[in-house]
């Protein structure tokens, strides 16, 4: 089941957020890692995630997050963003928002998507 939380964006600005992730376990989730025959740094999950006005909004109106995974020393960080341009087009008020990752099952070479976090997420107006 994904966490949930809320999140406050200021319209108009860039943003960043960094997601801390870990399996049930508690050990860390590793976007990326070593491939031990190559030596290659290999990234089995890709992430996605949007941002619409409401569930059923209409896919032409989401505004999706810009997403990328750190490197090989913070293998378990994803990070999400919006530019202050994607911010500047979205009308001040309450959205809702959701991210996803994706891996390949590799006894069945199926995708495996999981939603790790989901919310609402405000903008705030600024000055025009």
């Known amino acids: 089941m994904a966490q949930s939380e809320d999140i406050m964006v200021d319209q108009g600005s860039d ?5 801390e992730c870990f399996n049930t376990d508690g050990s860390e989730k590793k976007f990326k890692k070593l491939d031990p025959n190559t030596g290659a740094t290999i990234a089995p999950f890709t992430a996605s995630g949007k941002v619409a006005k409401s569930y059923t909004a209409d896919s032409s109106t989401f ?3 810009n997403t990328s995974f750190l490197d090989l020393n913070s293998p378990n960080i994803l990070q999400l963003s919006l530019t202050n341009i994607q911010t500047e087009t979205m009308k001040p008020g309450r959205y809702v928002y959701d991210v996803e990752i994706t891996s ?3 006894a069945t070479n199926s ?4 939603r790790i ?3 609402t997420l405000t903008v705030t107006p600024g000055i025009s």
Do not use: H, K, T, W
């Not at 943003?15 to 997601?19: C, K, R």
């Open 104 to 106: 390949i099952d590799s």
């Open 111 to 114: 995708n495996i998507v999981e």
């Open 15 to 19: 943003v960043m957020i960094s997601l």
């Open 117 to 119: 976090l989901e919310g």
């Open 63 to 65: 505004v999706s997050f």
